[in-house]
T-cell receptor
Framework: GDSVTQMEGPVTLSEEAFLTINCTYT??????LFWYVQYPGEGLQLLLK?????DKGSNKGFEATYRKETTSFHLEKGSVQVSDSAVYFC????????????FGKGNQVVVIP | NAGVMQNPRHLVRRRGQEARLRCSPV?????VYWYRQLPEEGLKFMVY????????ESGMPKERFSAEFPKEGPSILRIQQVVRGDSAAYFC?????????????FGQGTRLTVV
């Protein structure tokens, strides 16, 4: 079935550093891809999305490009802030559009001042 | 402009008791999804409901778990005779429609602890 794999382990980095979180997927057809962010004590919020190959989603300085050839949707930000500290989840919804999401395990990001 | 409301935020139950988790979707949304997040895991799909109908329950355990979304009132996820392994965060999401790239709005979750 459809699945999402995120890089293992938390990510700790200094303020203004470059952030990359890897995400690869396995799916039949052409899924839509999402990044969700979960701040402490909160629910998940949609950060960005892409619905077809080569689309780039962007929001709040974060970007991710839908790469069909490498089945990837890596999240990047050029200069992180302390307020970006959160858990980031990569997810996909299947081609048939029932909006059922398959999530990766998530990555805890800690930004140190 | 209320988002998805879940209650309670925290729920403690003894083994063998029943747990009822409530979810009020965003106003006007008729599609509701329940997900479970076990410790150190991502969210796993449980069930997808539209008003008064279960559309996809392929992620629900076959026993003890049930869900409903009545014509009036919130969606309810019910867990009978809870066991320690049911301890998790349960998230509800809603969407306005079904289709490619549709955004799902998530609640803050209910954290169930079985003692």
């Amino acid at each position: 079935g459809d699945s999402v794999t995120q890089m293992e382990g938390p990510v700790t980095l200094s303020e203004e550093a470059f952030l990359t979180i890897n995400c690869t997927y396995t799916a039949t057809g052409y899924p839509s891809l999402f990044w969700y962010v979960q701040y402490p004590g909160e629910g998940l919020q949609l950060l960005l999305k892409a619905t077809k190959a080569d689309d780039k989603g962007s929001n709040k300085g974060f970007e991710a490009t839908y790469r069909k050839e490498t089945t990837s949707f890596h999240l990047e930000k050029g200069s992180v802030q302390v307020s970006d500290s959160a858990v980031y989840f990569c997810a996909l919804s299947d081609y048939y559009g029932n909006n059922r999401l398959a999530f990766g395990k998530g990555n805890q990001v800690v930004v140190i001042p | 402009n209320a988002g998805v409301m879940q209650n309670p935020r925290h729920l403690v139950r003894r083994r063998g008791q029943e747990a009822r988790l409530r979810c009020s979707p965003v106003k006007g949304h008729s599609h509701v999804y329940w997900y479970r997040q076990l410790p150190e895991e991502g969210l796993k799909f449980m069930v997808y409901l539209q008003k008064e109908n279960i559309i996809d329950e392929s992620g629900m355990p076959k026993e003890r778990f049930s869900a409903e979304f009545p014509k009036e009132g919130p969606s309810i996820l019910r867990i009978q005779q809870v066991v320690r392994g049911d301890s998790a965060a349960y998230f509800c999401a809603s969407s306005l429609r079904q289709g490619e790239g549709t955004e799902a709005f998530f609640g803050q979750g209910t954290r169930l602890t079985v003692v």
